[in-house]
């Protein structure tokens, strides 16, 4: 090594000492004219110490000591090239010595090569890969140093050609197989061991050249060259040694054709230098013509990429996790996406749509947030992925990091939210002002009369909803400090007067709208901003008061449709800030505008001045709001001044004077009487009044340790004697409140769930103990809060899925059995409600630690699943309904959201011992679900044989103290140790039957003071053994004896609990089908039980609406039900009402406001549902249904159960008949709460079923979905219809879809009808069963005519105006995929094939073109041709899709692309694997005959790449089958040769370079690509392996 360095020192001094002596020489490389010959010195000086003797010997002499060098392996061959290469480009440029350094690097690398191919299979061969010497000789080109750069060139392309002549099958030592003989191509490891240029290297060197030819162009794109021609500039040979070079790389030159070794799609993505570069103008003519080409060739790849249509909505609750993840945001995307024209990206999805979609759609504020934070996470890849793909001139390597600061983004936040809100309010604004008549006034005399008669509210007042929630976001928003109140105070003037237009102050009257002041005027309550920027403004230049005054529109005030707390809100806001304003008196002077506002300010004035007499006066007509003008005064009143209004009405709910109430509970639970607010006037007040009141019900009635408190007469908050519980009218009024105020009281629900989770983990510490009595009745009023008002509020609760963290530890250690039971069945609900994956991540996940206070929600933590130690459930009800749920999620949603998780361990963590189901049940779970079960349940759950417990009555006889009072002493307390063991506590209920069938009368001290060592949650393992027990005797003993006898333990002794009977008869371990016992029983104790019935009637009687929230009468029906119904928790009903000491004392009453026996029994009636239609008893079914439907009232999400029961249900024979689908439907639906169609409102409301879903029926349904994804606000299609935040799904578009899929899911049962009673007979009772019913169900899904109507409606909307445009195409991908899949998405998927093999376009074959060569485009004429090409003939097939409506080339294959991709981008795994299905039959039918076919097929999958590959399996098999279909089409076109292709099939390739560049699935899957490969023709073939082979 040492000679080697010490000899190219010499050379390197010699070429600097001796210039005069050399003669320039460049033979070699073809730079000179002449040949190096040996010189020596004629001047007499010195010798030389060092002297050429010829550049053959020299040439020789560095090689040999080079390869020396490597041969002893004491430097790594890679650093000797290194020093080589270096001495090399050290040489002077003008020297003779340049070509013998150059010859030197030539023969070395040429031995290099025969090295490596003759060691290719060798282990531990001496020195690195080729290819990193390769990289070495990328350091000779040095930008100032033209000559050595072009000499740098040509020896790369020399050395190239070598490598590909050895690895295409060369002469050189160790010649490789050559791949036009089919052999190379069969195995992956021999083109392995040749490819001695992977793509990387390749990639490297073409960046580096391309990149300093350009910084060059520049500098010396003028000067003449001294090399050669005077019309040829050194840049010009640059260029053209660098094209030379390119069509190397692309096995277009000479002796390398048709053996490439990249891509035309690497070569083109490595010289587009980025959009900042392209249009800056530094690129020369013939630079830019060929970054146009790879633009053009980006562009058409882009179409193929991306959907036609990509302007799919966020719909919260419905969409997947994946869909906020789109496809335009992801980082590989967007390295084509900037090809594409900007109307064609304005058609993608984005953050501004996202979070507009989002405010329309009233998700949570944490939802919002989340969405932001995802698209900032990936727009920063995809920035700094075209970052890192674009070149800036000089620009140091590696610094494209984009810093950005907190202050950056949170400026970011707020734009987004900003603008959303600002097209919100416009659009609500300019609604209203549609709806209303602002041109025709009224007498202004009738405003200022302030009676209730003349007060003014316009005839569309439910419009005004739209307002009051609009003005909820905006208070959060700004409260928060998530939107600047200056920037929302701007943005709202710029939309009365744009910016930069001709609009001047005052010129456009139609443009103002006092709504506008209004929205302002809400933020006005906000302390900060009262004392911030309007205190700011009013003391300096009063622009802001200026802007309110040129917002003011004078005209609405004294119109038909004038409204008080609108047109007021300009005198409303000088009221409120009336002391901040400086000089009072001349503030008209300086506003000359005011004077049209100022008539009216003694409205203001009187309006104050009455509600202050009311109010002193203490009559309550204002403050109930009980009629809509007094409703609309104090709203009104409610906006001039801060709190005035809240404070009051806080003091009518709880009025400072003594008048004590007490609730059903007993003398212990009392409250203070006070007023009730009508649900009018909370809607209606200001948004901080509603924040204002909720903080002062909060803090002083439900935050306390020690219970409510009391403020009189000054003195602090502190409890008041005799006063232990809160108003129901004060917790009927939380629960509006957060109804009609969800974004600003969303923190104090947060701070609730809290306190609730703390309370939990004291329960593990010490249970029920810890807790003081006013913590347990906060406790109970909470969950009854919740349980029976809030469930709507939390089912779209941005933490629904981890509310169960909440309750874990109580739902084991609660030993207060009142409480446990409504716990218990708030549990239940809970559970029901979730419908998304996230509640199977929240059951593995340990790490939760309760939900976040602050305003604007952190990042989200990553999940680490984990399976718990512990289970989650004690009580076997709960855990079997937890099962039920989790299978539904399953069935509805899937598991592609949740990578990772097993499935096994949510199932596992349920219960402590596997639960069994009987095949019945298994028959309608899900495949993995049932799969689970199948290995782990036994046969059945064992029952315990009456003999058994005759025998341990007889071994035990302290027994006998239960019905005998005259037992020996010593038996009661023998009985306590004996239940205590756990082992035996099942037991005890069968002894009881036993006896009780011997004497009906027990002995109920002795029996409660046994059943209060019983911990509440094995309550209802007990019961269910009763159940089987009396179940397995009935055959035995006549149900006349059982009945009465198990009523008896039911309401006469509450022994157990109705709804624990309930579920045992059909928890589902037992299969019901035929089971006359059980069935009898569940009639018995639903339908026949006089106990129950009287319970039901006296329920009806009382009728108890739905509508909970309007219904002034709702707690004395309460008070009346639970008078004559009284609730016993303890076993001491029979005691009290015999007037018998209980001993022990019950425990601690707590306050019952709306929870009864009939609110318990709902969650489990739901549950019993589901069994009973498994049950496939119709009579019992419907029975059950229209007596008991009546308890739906209750249900807080009735529409929601209704549909997933269909979902789940939907191939259910007992559900195939229109009586059993009537009933069913009349008993969950409140048909004036809900807005379905005229057909279906007929057959619900009187059974008419003799029609047929039609062409008009499905297009209005479709423009209803339509209307509402694409966020129109119009006339509601129903009147009388609840107020939107009270509605069960506040979000109207998940609201329209839920009304569409229970009407769609009916027609499907009443089509099935004609074949269900052939399937009642059928009981299938295996897997193989199942499995066969499956698919039955698939090929009677397919022969389904809605679906097949809905199809056709959505593939031609030119013949269907109701439902045209891309909104059409999104409502059947939404629909379809919330829908059960084999419906609608399966056989929407499955056209593929009829549009691939019908479609006349799609049969044709493309244009023919030659292969791009970089030399022959620099050529004029060939320019020319090239630029002259004809159009693809399939251009409109992958246009965008409103570009083709736009331009009239609509055609069905684009039409169903944008359909398909709409229903993938939707859908979850499962309509992959239908795709991947499809391409195979395809495939496999031999049929595809065109490359258009063949690049509509790689368009169908290019844009779902990112998804898939996260499942690798599927992937793999897509791109083989894609290959396969290359190879069967490319025999129908002639023009494949190695010089011509065609436009399609480029694209194709291109397509697969797109794969293995960004989506690459791994060495092992391409080898099983390989041989799919190996069919296609050589060239194609050669190109397919230089991308695999990497």
């Known amino acids: 090594m040492d000679k080697l360095v010490h000899y190219l020192l010499d050379v390197i001094r010699s070429s600097y000492q001796d210039l005069e002596y050399l003669v320039p020489c460049g033979s070699f490389l073809g730079l000179f004219d002449e040949r190096p010959i040996k010189r020596t010195r004629t001047d007499g000086s010195a010798a030389r110490a060092f002297e050429f003797d010829d550049s053959e010997s020299t040439c020789n002499s560095i090689g040999r000591l080079t390869l020396d060098a490597i041969d002893t392996g004491k430097m790594p061959a890679v650093d000797i090239l290194r020093v080589v290469v270096d001495a090399v480009r050290n040489i002077h440029d003008a020297s003779a010595v340049l070509d013998i350094g150059f010859r030197s690097l030539f023969e070395i690398y040429q031995k290099r090569l025969a090295y490596h191919c003759a060691n290719r299979y060798t282990t531990g061969a001496v020195g690195g890969t080729f290819g990193e010497e390769y990289l070495i000789l990328t350091k000779l080109f040095e930008l100032h140093r033209p000559r050595t750069w072009v000499a740098a060139v040509r020896l790369v392309s020399m050395v190239t050609k070598s490598a590909i002549g050895i690895m295409y099958g060369g002469t050189t030592p160790g010649e490789a197989p050559s791949l036009s003989t089919g052999t190379h191509a069969a195995s992956l490891s021999e083109i392995s061991g040749l490819n001695f240029l992977p793509e990387a290297v390749c990639r490297e060197t073409i960046r580096v050249v391309w990149r300093l030819l350009l910084d060059s162009a520049a500098t010396e794109r003028q000067p003449a060259s001294v090399l050669g021609s005077a019309r040829r500039t050194r840049w010009q040979i640059r260029f053209d040694a660098t094209l030379e070079l390119f069509d190397c790389f692309v096995g277009r030159s000479g002796q390398c054709l048709g053996r490439p070794l990249v891509s035309y799609y690497t070569v083109s993505r490595e010289l587009d230098p980025g959009a900042a570069v392209a249009e800056s103008g530094l690129l020369t003519d013939e630079m830019q013509a060929i970054v146009d080409l790879c633009f053009a060739r980006k562009r058409r790849l882009g179409r193929i990429l991306l959907p036609p249509d990509g302007s799919w909505p966020l719909i919260s609750h419905a969409s997947r996790a994946h869909t906020v993840k789109h496809v335009y945001d992801q980082p590989a995307y967007a390295l084509v996406r900037d090809s594409l024209t900007f109307e064609e990206t304005e058609r993608g999805p984005s953050a501004n749509k996202y979070v507009a979609d989002l405010l329309y759609q009233r998700a949570p504020t944490d939802e919002i947030f989340a969405a932001i934070r995802n698209h900032r996470i990936t727009k920063k890849k995809a920035m700094a992925a075209v970052a890192n793909d674009s070149y800036v001139p000089n620009r140091m390597p590696g610094n494209v990091a984009v810093e950005e600061s907190v202050d950056a983004e949170k400026h970011e936040v707020a734009q987004l939210l900003l603008e959303a809100m600002a097209q919100r309010i416009e659009q609500t604004v300019r609604y209203i002002q549609r709806q209303c008549d602002f041109e025709t006034l009224l007498n202004e005399q009738r405003l200022n009369d302030n009676s209730d008669a003349s007060m003014i509210v316009p005839r569309n007042i439910q419009y005004w909803e739209h ?11 700004v409260l928060f400090d998530a939107i600047p109140y200056k920037a929302v105070h701007e943005r709202l003037y710029s939309l009365v007067f744009p910016k930069d237009s001709d609009i001047q102050p005052g010129g456009s009257l139609r443009r103002r709208d006092n709504s506008y002041i209004w929205l302002l005027l809400q933020l006005f309550h906000i302390e900060k901003v009262a004392s911030g920027p309007i205190r700011a403004d009013l003391a300096g230049d009063e622009d802001m008061l200026d802007q309110l005054m040129q917002m003011y529109n004078e005209q609405q005030i004294v119109s038909k449709d004038a409204f008080y707390v609108r047109d007021l809100a300009l005198q409303a806001a000088m009221s409120h800030q009336h002391g901040k304003i400086n000089d009072n008196q001349g503030v008209k002077f300086r506003h000359p505008r005011m004077a049209v506002a100022m008539p009216f300010a003694a409205v203001v004035f009187r309006l104050q001045q009455e509600f202050g007499h009311w109010f002193r006066e203490e009559r309550p007509e204002l403050l109930a709001g009980d009629t809509v003008c007094r409703a609309m005064k104090t709203a009104a009143v409610s906006q001039f001044r801060q709190y005035a209004v809240p404070n009051a009405l806080y003091t009518f709910l709880v009025p400072p004077r003594e008048a004590i109430g007490q609730l059903p509970s007993g003398p212990l639970t009392t409250y203070q009487q006070g007023g009730r607010i009508s649900t009018l006037l909370l809607d209606n007040i200001n948004v901080g009044g509603k924040h204002r009141l909720l903080q002062l019900v909060y803090k002083m009635m439900l935050a306390h340790e020690m219970g409510p408190q009391f403020q009189v007469d000054g003195r602090p908050p502190a409890a008041r004697d005799g006063i232990t519980c809160v108003s129901p009218h004060v917790v009927d009024t939380v629960y509006r409140l957060l109804y009609n105020a969800p974004y600003s009281n969303e923190l104090m629900m947060k701070e609730v769930l809290e306190k609730l989770r703390r309370c939990d983990e004291a329960m593990v510490r010490g249970g029920v103990a810890r807790l003081s009595a006013p913590t347990l009745r906060w406790l109970y009023t909470v969950y009854q809060l919740m349980n029976c008002r809030l469930l709507r509020f939390f089912k779209y609760y941005a933490h629904a899925s981890h509310l169960v963290h909440h309750l874990r530890h109580s739902l084991v250690h609660v030993t207060h059995r009142q409480l446990y039971g409504s716990l218990e069945c708030f549990a239940l609900c809970l559970v029901n409600l979730q419908h998304d994956v996230g509640f199977l991540q929240a059951l593995l996940d340990p790490g939760y630690h309760g939900v976040s206070l602050e305003p604007v929600r952190p990042a989200a933590r990553p999940v680490r699943y984990s399976k718990p130690s512990v289970a989650w459930f004690a009580c076997a009800m709960l855990a079997r309904n937890a099962a039920v749920v989790i299978a539904r999620i399953v069935a509805m949603r899937g598991l592609g ?150 009523d008896s333990l039911m309401f006469t002794f509450r022994i157990v609990q109705h709804e624990h009977v309930v579920f045992s008869l059909v928890r589902g371990a037992h299969d019901l089908r035929g089971d006359k016992a059980r069935l009898g029983l569940v009639r018995h104790v639903l339908l026949e039980s006089v106990e129950f019935v009287a319970r039901l009637g006296e329920w009806q009687r009382l009728d108890f609406q739905g509508r909970y929230w309007a219904d002034d009468g709702q707690w004395r029906k309460q008070e009346e039900y639970l008078a004559r119904f009284p609730e016993y928790f303890e076993y001491e009903a029979q005691l009290v009402a015999e007037g018998v000491t209980v001993d022990p004392p019950p425990a601690l009453p707590l306050p019952i406001y709306y929870e009864t026996a009939m609110v318990r029994l709902l969650p489990v009636l739901e549950y019993a549902l589901g069994r009973l239609i498994e049950a496939e008893d119709r009579s019992l079914l419907c029975d059950v249904l229209d007596r008991l439907g009546i308890l739906y009232r209750l249900h807080q999400v009735p529409l929601t159960t209704l549909m997933n029961t269909l979902f789940v249900f939907f191939d259910a024979p007992a559900l195939h008949n229109p009586t059993v689908m009537r009933s069913l439907a009349l008993s969950l639906l409140d048909m004036t709460q809900q807005s379905f169609t005229p057909e279906f409102t007929r057959f619900v409301t009187t059974g008419d079923d003799q029609w047929s879903v039609d062409a008009g029926y499905v297009c209005r349904m479709l423009a209803r979905i339509s209307r509402a994804i694409a966020r129109h606000l119009g006339r509601p299609e129903k009147d009388a219809l ?168 609509v055609n069905r294959p684009n039409t169903y692309l944008t359909l398909l991709h709409s229903i993938l981008h939707y859908g979850g795994i499962g309509t992959f694997d239908t795709l991947a299905k499809v391409i195979r039959g395809l495939v496999a039918s031999g049929q595809l005959c065109s490359d258009i076919q063949l690049l509509y097929l790689c368009a169908t999958v290019g ?40 436009d399609a099939v480029e694209q194709v390739m291109d397509f697969f370079c797109f794969v293995k560049d960004q989506f690459d699935p791994g060495r092992s899957a391409w080898r099983s690509i390989a041989p799919h490969i190996s069919a296609l023709p050589s060239l194609l073939r050669y190109q397919l392996q230089s991308i695999v082979d990497q």
């Open 1503 to 1542: 844009p779902i790449l990112y998804r898939l590959k996260d499942h690798e399996p599927l992937y793999v098999q897509i791109l083989g089958d894609l290959v396969s279909a290359m190879a069967q089409v490319c025999p129908h076109i002639e023009a494949l040769d190695i010089n011509t292709s065609t």
């Open 467 to 477: 307002m009051n929630e609009i003005a909820d976001q905006l208070y959060y928003f």
């Open 1282 to 1449: 609840p107020e939107s935040h009270y509605r069960e799904i506040p979000n109207p578009i998940l609201l329209v879809l839920t009304e569409c899929v229970v009407e769609l899911l009916t027609w499907w049962c009443l089509h099935q009808a004609p074949a269900s009673e052939a399937r009642l007979l059928a009981r299938p009772e295996s897997e193989a069963e199942f499995r066969a019913e499956e698919a039955a169900r698939t090929r009677r899904a397919v022969a389904w005519p809605v679906a097949r109507l809905w199809l056709d409606i959505a593939m031609d909307p030119a013949s269907h105006p109701l439902s045209s445009g891309a909104p059409c195409i999104h409502s059947t991908g939404l629909l379809a995929n919330v829908l059960p899949d084999e419906l609608m998405a399966f056989p929407f998927v499955q056209h593929l094939s009829e549009i691939v093999l019908e479609e006349p376009v799609l049969k044709t074959i493309s244009h023919s073109k030659r292969y791009f060569s970089f030399v022959e485009f620099a050529l004029p004429a060939t320019y020319a041709q090239r630029t002259n090409s004809p159009l693809f003939a399939a251009t409109a097939v992958f246009n965008s899709y409103e570009q083709n409506r736009a331009r009239q080339m």
């Open 897 to 1046: 959201d949740a990578p990772g998780l097993v499935l096994e361990d949510c199932l596992a963590s349920l219960a402590p011992q596997s639960l069994s189901w009987a095949p019945a049940v298994l028959r309608f779970l899900p495949r993995p679900v049932r799969a689970y079960y199948a290995r782990t349940t036994a046969n059945s759950e064992s029952v315990v044989a009456p003999a058994d417990v005759r025998r341990l009555i007889e071994a035990r006889p302290e027994h006998r103290a239960l019905i005998d009072a005259s037992a020996p002493p010593g038996s009661e307390m023998a009985l306590v140790a004996l239940y205590a063991d756990a082992r035996h506590r099942p037991l005890f209920l069968l002894a009881l039957w036993e006896l009780l069938l011997e004497n009906p009368r027990p002995v109920l001290p002795v029996v409660r003071r046994v059943l209060l060592g019983f911990p509440p949650s094995q309550m209802s393992a007990c019961t269910a053994a009763l159940v089987d027990y009396i179940a397995a005797s009935i055959d035995t003993t006549d149900l006349s004896i059982v009945g009465p006898l198990l």
